[in-house]
């Protein structure tokens, strides 16, 4: 017998397990179909986010952090450190138990809330039957009134690079190896690539990330992208622009990588390479053809505003919809499409979803760039306030960056906040309060932030937009 269920779950990561959390809690009768396999060939929850992404790579960046600030960081403090040293393995173990432990949690959660995981691979089939492929390959089949696709994104493979072992990887290889590679590649400057590069770097890695745009982190705005590079430049993490990779080649040295860039024909020796050039949405046969599931141009699940299919009572959310591919992005839809189903009629600001690239300096932003701004023709008002003047930054030794504010012209209110600087990952928190209460930078600029702070670049940089940040220099208003 079949059984039925009131909304099936296609992946369980951050936006399949929160849209099945949210659903139980409302009172709908839930299952989630996951079939990841982890590292220790368990079935795990968790999706990308938990395994082998978001979780694991801050756990690398906050051990490699530490263990750079061991080295060189410390010394202006008076603290000298001799004979450390830096245990790979031990590294993993930890990042691991992390991964387990909150993967484990997810598990908890769905017994406290009465949800069915169903293990294996799961297939959409006409009249919202959902065909579920469990590792030993039994099949069995449930149904639903509704369903929720969260199948989530698999990283790009270049033909020009194919995964070959641990020596050309994508993210999760490199958040795995267990030694330091003393010369790495990494093809693509972009979230991964920074993030990761930052990582083996500070492990000792001579690190070349190559890009093929001209431009740095063309995402952000250009005040935080040159200010971000400079900084990288600092460290050592040599990022060359606009080198187009043409072959990698295994050589008795290492790995051969092709490239041309301004200058002509280019080759450059690693011994391991990411390749880190984007992912795309995981949708092959995740629907039988009867179904008439259609996808985008990119292959991605065609969805509106609501995060709703051409099918009635199909909805996708998370890395194989539009948008950007976040983890707080596929929860926010996973919890809109829950509450739409019991017609509550919740709403997803797309503008307002906050980024953040955990490299040191943090890099974060909510809202429109710059550039953004002057090409949809609207008129703004800028202010910025540089970390080198805030105390506590100072005192933390991370006194490197800025807040950068844009204000609408006529309005004043906030429509862009770009950071680069010291815990802009809980910085931009703020921006993201103050964009969704349609907040003024006067409103901002009229509250009291704690001392010494580095709120208080928050609230200068507010000061600044109307010309009267108290310790900076101010742009002369006409
Ligand atoms: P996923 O997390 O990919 O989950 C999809 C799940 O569906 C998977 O578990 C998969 O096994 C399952 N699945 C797929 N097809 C089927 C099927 N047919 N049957 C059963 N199960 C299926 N984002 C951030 O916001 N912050 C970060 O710091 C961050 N860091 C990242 C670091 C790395 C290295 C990577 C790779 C990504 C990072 N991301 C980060 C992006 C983030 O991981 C994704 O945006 C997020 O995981 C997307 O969530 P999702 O639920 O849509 O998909
Ligand atoms: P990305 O889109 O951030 O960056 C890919 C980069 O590769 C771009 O700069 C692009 O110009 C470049 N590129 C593309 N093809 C190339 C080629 N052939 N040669 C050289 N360069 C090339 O993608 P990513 O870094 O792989 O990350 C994938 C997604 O994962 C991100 O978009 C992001 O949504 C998510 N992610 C988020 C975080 C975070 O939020 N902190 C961290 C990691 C990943």
């Given at each position: 017998m079949t059984d039925k269920y009131d909304v099936i779950v296609i992946g369980g990561g951050p936006g399949g397990y929160v849209a099945a959390i949210r659903c139980a809690q409302l009172g709908l009768k839930t299952a989630c179909v996951e079939e990841w396999i982890n590292k220790q060939d368990k079935p795990a929850l968790g999706g990308t986010c938990l395994n082998v992404g978001c979780i694991p790579s801050k756990a690398l960046l906050e051990s490699s952090e530490r263990f750079e600030e061991m080295g060189h960081q410390n010394i202006?403090?008076?603290?000298t450190t001799t004979g450390f040293s830096m245990n790979v393995p031990k590294m993993i173990a930890r990042k691991d138990k992390i991964v387990q432990q909150l993967t484990g949690g997810i598990e908890q959660l769905f017994k406290a809330n009465g949800i069915t995981w169903l293990?294996?691979?799961?297939?959409?089939?006409?009249d919202k039957q959902v065909a579920v492929t469990a590792r030993d390959g039994a099949v069995t089949q449930h149904a639903a009134e509704n369903i929720i696709f969260a199948v989530g994104s698999l990283p790009v493979e270049l033909p020009i690079a194919p995964w070959l072992d641990e020596r050309i990887v994508h993210s999760t290889g490199a958040l795995d190896w267990e030694s330091v590679p003393p010369r790495l590649g990494i093809i693509g400057a972009g979230v991964i690539g920074l993030e990761m590069g930052s990582v083996w770097r500070?492990?000792?890695s001579e690190v070349v990330?190559?890009?093929a745009m001209d431009s740095f982190l063309s995402a952000a705005d250009d005040d935080v992208g040159k200010a971000s590079r400079m900084q990288f430049r600092k460290q050592g993490l040599d990022i060359r622009l606009g080198?187009?990779?043409s072959a990698v080649e295994v050589t008795e040295e290492g790995l051969t990588l092709s490239y041309t860039d301004k200058k002509g024909e280019q080759s450059l020796t690693v011994?391991?390479?990411?390749?880190?050039?984007?992912r795309r949405a995981n949708t092959a046969d995740i629907a039988d053809p009867a179904v008439g599931l259609a996808l985008d141009e990119r292959g991605r699940i065609a969805v509106d505003e609501h995060c709703a299919t051409h099918v009635p009572g199909v909805y996708a959310i998370g890395d194989c919809v539009r948008g950007p591919?976040?983890?707080?992005?596929?929860?926010?839809?996973g919890v809109m499409v829950a509450e739409r189903l019991v017609g509550q009629q919740p709403h997803i600001d797309y503008n307002t979803i906050p980024w953040v690239i955990y490299t040191d300096p943090e890099i974060a932003w909510v809202g429109q760039t710059e550039a953004e701004l002057k090409t949809a023709g609207i008129a703004y008002r800028s202010g910025s306030f540089s970390f080198a003047a805030n105390g506590r930054a100072k005192a933390m030794d991370r006194a490197n960056g800025l807040i950068k504010v844009l204000a609408d012209a006529s309005t004043d209110r906030i429509l862009g906040v770009h950071i680069v600087g010291p815990m802009a990952s809980e910085l931009i928190g703020q921006a993201v309060i103050a964009m969704e209460c349609e907040a003024s930078s006067e409103d901002l600029a009229r509250m009291c932030f704690a001392h010494p702070s580095l709120s208080e670049s928050m609230h200068e940089a507010m000061l600044s937009v109307d010309g009267r940040a108290l310790h900076g220099i101010n742009k002369k208003r006409k």
């Open positions: 202006d403090h008076g603290i293990q294996g691979r799961g297939q959409l089939l006409a500070r492990l000792g990330v190559l890009e080198s187009m990779v011994d391991r390479l990411i390749v880190a050039v984007g591919m976040l983890a707080h992005k596929s929860s926010e839809e």
